[in-house]
């Protein structure tokens, strides 16, 4: 769900890759929506997502029929 959940993604902070398990992690917040005055305090609004590589791949694939 790395590429499809745009309100859980926000704006990506930093990425890192991990050789051993072929898994990309994402740290993501939501100062988007603090810019537009929907920032709220009372949920989380930085999230740290993780996706195979091989998994991202095949959703290109897919989606970009290769």
């Given at each position: 769900t790395l590429v499809?959940?745009?309100n859980v993604l926000g704006?990506?902070?930093d990425i890192m890759f991990e050789p051993?398990?072929?898994k990309i992690y994402t740290l993501a917040n939501k100062y988007p929506f603090l810019l537009r005055g929907k920032y709220d305090?009372?949920?989380s609004n930085f999230h740290v997502i993780s996706a195979s590589t091989?998994?991202?791949a095949a959703a290109c694939k897919t989606?970009?029929?290769y």
């Open positions: 499809r959940d745009n704006t990506p902070v051993k398990t072929k305090f009372s949920v091989d998994d991202l989606r970009w029929h």
